[in-house]
């Protein structure tokens, strides 16, 4: 790992199971995405971000969608009028990798500018 913020960071080819992230990597991690938890099968990290209208949700998933492109990096996304949940994992290692936390910081910058 980097000293760099996760948010700095960028993706990277992750595949195979040797790029799956351990319980204790996953929650030395989790603690630096606050509000992100973990599925109920611990193999993706969510969150629902709430918005005042669709118009305010459609731009995050806009936002999010070219970040995503970006970073070659994609999640799951459900969307309806005010609130848009987002599922990171990485279907290449059968979990959660390094880039799933990359891309939640990312998009958890994206609302602080």
């Known amino acids: 790992m980097t000293a760099l913020p996760l948010s700095a960071q960028h993706c990277q080819p992750r595949k195979g199971k040797e790029h799956a992230l351990d319980e204790a990597a996953v929650a030395a991690l989790l603690a630096l995405v606050p509000g992100w938890k973990l599925s109920a ?5 969510v969150k629902d971000f709430r918005f005042e209208n669709f118009h305010h949700t459609l731009g995050f998933i806009n936002a999010v969608g070219f ?3 970006h970073e070659d990096h994609h999640p799951d996304i ?10 990171w994992s990485t279907h290449d290692v059968g979990g959660l990798s390094l880039n799933d936390f990359i891309c939640a910081a990312r998009v958890d910058a994206l609302l602080e500018r």
């Open 67 to 69: 970040m995503a492109n």
């Open 78 to 87: 459900e969307a309806g009028y005010g609130h848009c949940k987002l599922r």
């Open 41 to 45: 099968q611990a193999d993706a990290l």
